[in-house]
């Protein structure tokens, strides 16, 4: 089945491994090809926040519905797939909570007061490096880097370091805020230039926190196994991972002054994501190859959504009702074809 299979996946973060488990349930034998290591997907917060994701960012009406339509998802995809959604909901707490609120009522977010901030009972959460492993078991992952693609009468060849070679007749490019792999059509290739790399450094924190998912106005605290984990910066425009000591400390620091609590000894993480203008993805086919790019720091929420509008492409179904706002030839998201 390696070497033949319906489906190659590039790319195991979270859109390319929740897309294949899809596709997977859905009958199709799928590949994943990955480098290994770790991932911006792996250190992520696996926070499932449209209502936070707004507070943060004052964002469009036709965005919030998609983050919204994403959520709502979630439960089914989780369930079928075997994997834990902590739905904890989430606290803000600091200062502009009045105004805060206010804009997520308008949204048509529940949203419940407390004396120090507002609760968003809706949002929710997944253990990102668990979720990820639970993906990865229903299809073949193969450690690896996909050198060059070819494609001759509408099959695909995926050639990979060490000479070895897969072929299908689908293909799908996940691959994060990484560079065009060579041989891939010139609109897919203008699209991933089109791609904005958004470095962002988290750190874990031993010790107690918040007991479910926190943000403050200096970042979030979300609980995790032997500790929390607080983030996360946005830098755009940066691809490198090396961890700044002194950025995480001042961080971990500012929230959890903001708590009134003791912060505890940080181990920061970097990871690159990917990002569009406009804060959606790009999904769907393009010049023959189906493309799943640009989250932002939104993957893990959106995943159920891409992972079904990828799924539906592959199967040629009619695509669902947000499948529109995705689509990697809306206009301004990259340059046209020479």
């Known amino acids: 089945m390696t070497g033949s299979p319906d489906v190659i996946v590039i790319g195991a973060g979270v859109l390319g491994l929740a897309s294949a488990a899809e596709m997977a349930a859905r009958g199709l034998s799928v590949v994943v090809v990955d480098p290994g290591g770790g991932n911006a997907s792996s250190i992520a917060a696996g926070m499932i926040a449209p209502a936070m994701e707004s507070a943060l960012e004052d964002l469009p009406p036709r965005v919030v519905a998609v983050l919204q339509a994403a959520r709502d998802l979630w439960p089914d995809f989780a369930a079928r797939h075997g994997l834990d959604l902590i739905q904890d909901g989430a606290d803000w707490r600091g200062r502009g909570a009045e105004a805060l609120r206010r804009r997520l009522e308008r949204n048509g977010f529940v949203v419940e007061a407390r004396p120090d901030g507002f609760r968003t009972p809706e949002d929710a959460r997944i253990d990102a490096g668990r979720a990820l492993q639970e993906l990865g078991r229903a299809v073949t992952v193969i450690a690896g880097s996909a050198r060059r693609t070819s494609r001759v009468e509408r099959h695909w060849t995926v050639r990979l370091d060490g000479d070895r070679e897969l072929h299908a007749p689908h293909l799908v490019v996940a691959t994060g805020a990484a560079g065009a792999i060579e041989g891939l059509p010139v609109d897919v290739v203008r699209l991933i230039e089109g791609v904005i790399p958004i470095r962002g450094q988290l750190a874990h924190v031993h010790g107690p926190g918040p007991a479910i998912p926190t943000r403050t106005p200096h970042g979030y605290v979300v609980p995790v196994e032997g500790g929390v984990i607080v983030g996360a910066t946005m830098e755009h425009g940066r691809r490198d991972l090396q961890p700044e000591d002194a950025a995480a400390r001042r961080?971990?620091?500012?929230?959890?002054?903001?708590?009134?609590?003791?912060?505890?000894a940080a181990s920061p993480r970097v990871g690159v994501r990917g990002a569009f203008a406009d804060g959606l993805p790009a999904v769907g086919e393009i010049d023959g190859v189906i493309v799943a790019l640009g989250p932002r720091r939104n993957g893990w929420l959106l995943a159920p959504l891409v992972a079904g509008v990828v799924a539906d492409a592959v199967?040629?179904?009619?695509?669902?009702?947000?499948?529109?706002?995705?689509?990697?030839?809306?206009?301004?998201?990259?340059?046209?074809?020479?």
């Open 251 to 264: 961080q971990v620091g500012q929230v959890f002054d903001a708590l009134g609590l003791p912060a505890g």
């Open 315 to 338: 199967r040629a179904t009619p695509p669902g009702p947000q499948a529109a706002s995705l689509r990697p030839d809306r206009p301004g998201l990259s340059a046209p074809a020479e």
